[in-house]
């Protein structure tokens, strides 16, 4: 099996012509911490997991034009792509992906948190997330279902988490 990674370059891009936000925010440690103290407190199950291809979910908006060059092997004289949905390696695709993820998130009923925009609070569900990986914690696994099939993006189970940014979390006495 052969994968292939189509990346723009970038680094080639100006700030104020190419792109003009970027900011995307990342969750606080003290959220995580607190969310896996709650976890072992209150017992709750938890679910961590990756999207995939996250950046090709943003989009980049009609008024935003980007062209990249075509790739080794299928490049013609003259010819570029112009891309819609942003790729890895674009200075704006983290914002234009957060912006995505917020809006699937409040989609499915979740709120953003007024202390910190990665921390989303819903009914039965809350969740952490950190770029492309999603932490969700539930009193009940078929509730992090529910949210999964409802946001319709493709995750890879990735553990509990417990297991988060390689901190261990467990009660006394327990693995």
């Known amino acids: 099996m052969f994968k292939a990674w189509f990346c723009a370059q970038g680094d080639h891009q100006l700030k104020g012509i190419d792109f003009f936000e970027t900011y995307a925010p990342v969750v606080q440690w003290t959220t995580d911490w607190l969310m896996l103290i709650l976890e072992i407190l209150l017992d709750l199950t938890s679910k961590q997991g990756d999207v995939t291809a996250a950046f090709l979910h943003g989009k980049l908006g009609e008024d935003k034009k980007v062209y990249v060059k075509m790739p080794l092997g299928f490049r013609k004289a003259g ?56 932490l969700f914690w539930s009193m009940d696994q078929a509730n992090i279902n529910k949210i999964g099939v409802k946001t319709e993006r493709t995750r890879s189970d990735s553990g509990t988490g417990r297991q988060c940014c390689l901190i261990f979390a467990s009660q006394d006495g327990q693995d």
């Open 79 to 134: 010819t570029v792509l112009k891309i819609n949905k942003t790729l890895y390696g674009l200075c704006q695709s983290p914002c234009a992906f957060w912006k995505y993820l917020t809006k699937a998130m409040l989609a499915v009923g979740m709120h953003i948190s007024k202390l910190d925009p990665c921390f989303f609070v819903g009914d039965q569900v809350m969740a952490v997330t950190f770029v492309d990986d999603i």
